[in-house]
């Protein structure tokens, strides 16, 4: 079996696993204490029972007993090398060491916001505490017990996540700093193993014989191909070259032929965005006066009527963007003019051929709403070089397609916080920072909303569109599936006619 990823891993260090691939990889050769089912519900793995105290907070599992490490002849290898043994069972003790860390500092886990709620987690993250404070305990071999800062209903979903899967301490310490970076230096415990790396190209994990858990591989191999290219991808499911692939709704709708299975995540929203590492795109006024002089309807037939899109968990359907407002908008770029002290100004939207229309249907609103002070402009570039003027923040304003492999939007949210390493649109607000992280400590309903809110009021990003991406099957390909986003492929009952 076969699927295209955006990039190649790495690594194959599940606790630092940031990119599709990697998440990818982790998830199918590893057995975290869960794994997600096709409805996105996480369900016994290393785990054959658990509890949970009265108030939520502490939980207690107890794990199988036949559980171990697939160690392949390459790390055996290396371990010889070491003058040592590994013993292969999966214990308690891995997935007390792989969640420690997770949280520690040093380890600079892009997922650790997912076992942040751990008693004492936030301490240890910030270095004002040891790991001894958390709060996990190793019961025995096969108990484990961790008690949380705080009730929360997200926890079995970060159990189920790579950033808690297992990590024999030994063998982590053997490699030196190496952990991962190579099959020599990775071992697993799920149902497949890395088995072969061309770099550059693509990644192989094949099936793991040794595997005696609940979910065992039927395919023999898979191999991940590196390919960002749509039209390709659509071409290759087409044909069946790839088993299975995510695509844009529009390169969907165009590529796809009728017997390619189809299933529909709106995961991505495409929206109007302003660098704000540029002097004039700081100015509030200017920004909610371009915001407000554009009509949306006449822009696009389905406009958004939110900022975070509603695969995600905390979504809304209620109406809170920037309403269209003419005079309101002559007026406060009438105030940005004399704040920024110039009597014209150029603003340039920069786009892909693929947002052209919509770049177009801005530019005629700013023309037709603001007069002759304003003067807007489009430039159309490659994706390549799109990315590298995003990157480089060497533009005025952009269509941007916003999505993140996560299905939650304190992830999400988080993209726009500054210090944030996703924040490429240089947003830096006290304020935000300071209602995200209550957010974050409670993630609620009210609390998404309020954030959403701040950043759409300040117009720091204006949603256009809610898109969806597909995830596509070729003819005769069963069982693979995908949960929660697009970094959750699941291989193991997948079947090929």
């Given amino acids: 079996m076969s699927c295209p990823i955006t990039e ?20 199918n050769t590893f057995d975290g204490l869960f794994k997600l089912d096709e409805n996105g519900e996480p369900q016994k793995c290393a785990v054959k029972d658990y509890k949970v105290s009265t ?3 502490v939980y207690t599992f107890y794990l199988r007993e036949d559980m171990k490490y697939f160690i392949s002849k390459s790390a055996k290898s290396f371990i010889e090398s070491k003058e040592t043994e590994i013993e292969a069972k999966v214990t308690a003790h891995d997935f007390a060491f792989g969640i420690t860390r997770a949280i520690l500092p040093e380890t600079n886990a892009p997922d650790y916001g997912l076992v942040s709620v751990i008693k004492n987690a936030e301490n240890v993250h910030n270095g004002l505490e040891t790991a001894s404070s958390l709060g996990i305990r190793v019961v025995n071999d096969y108990t484990l017990e961790i008690t949380l800062e705080r009730k929360t209903d997200d926890f079995l979903f970060a159990l189920s996540q790579p950033v808690s899967f297992p990590c024999d301490e030994e063998f982590f310490n053997l490699t030196s700093g190496r952990y991962g970076l190579d099959r020599k230096y990775t071992i697993s415990n799920g149902a497949f193993y890395l088995s072969d790396i061309a770099e550059d190209e693509s990644v192989r994990f094949s099936k793991n014989t040794e595997y005696n858990g609940s979910f065992v591989a039927t395919p023999t191999s898979v191999r991940l191909y590196v390919n960002s290219d749509q039209k390709d991808i659509a071409k290759k499911i087409n044909g069946k070259n790839y088993s299975v692939a995510f695509l844009s709704s529009t390169e969907a709708k165009e590529s796809l032929n009728k017997k390619v299975n189809k299933v529909y995540l709106q995961n991505t929203t495409t929206a109007l965005v302003f660098n704000l590492s540029k002097e004039t795109m700081q100015n509030i006024n200017l920004r909610t006066g371009l915001v407000e002089s554009i009509n949306f309807t006449s822009v696009t037939e389905t406009p958004a009527k939110s900022l975070v899109p509603s695969a995600f968990d905390l979504s809304t359907d209620k109406n809170i963007v920037l309403a269209t407002n003419v005079d309101s908008a002559r007026e406060k770029l009438k105030t940005a003019f004399n704040e920024l002290k110039t009597d014209t100004l150029t603003v ?15 530019v005629s609103c700013w023309q037709a709403n603001i007069g002759v002070e304003l003067n807007g402009a489009i430039t159309v570039v490659e994706q390549k070089d799109f990315d590298s003027a995003i990157k480089n923040g060497s533009y005025d304003t952009a269509i941007y397609p916003l999505s993140i492999d996560s299905n939650r939007s304190v992830d999400f949210l988080g993209m726009f916080k500054s210090e944030n390493a996703l924040n490429i649109f240089r947003y830096a607000s006290e304020e935000y920072d300071r209602m995200y992280n209550e957010f974050k400590v409670a993630p609620t309903f009210n609390k998404a909303i309020d954030c959403e809110t701040y950043l759409l009021k300040n117009a720091v990003i204006m949603p256009i569109i809610n898109e969806n991406t597909i995830f596509s099957t070729a003819k005769d390909v069963s069982g693979v599936y995908f949960a929660v986003d697009s970094s959750n492929i699941y291989f193991y009952k997948g079947q090929s006619k």
Avoid: R
């Fill in 348 to 362: 340039n939207v920069l786009c892909t051929e693929e947002y052209e229309d919509i770049a177009k249907g801005i």
């Fill in 8 to 27: 190649m891993p790495q690594h194959f260090d599940p606790q630092i696993a940031k990119s599709q691939g990697e998440k990818i990889v982790a998830v």
């Fill in 55 to 57: 108030d939520g907070l």
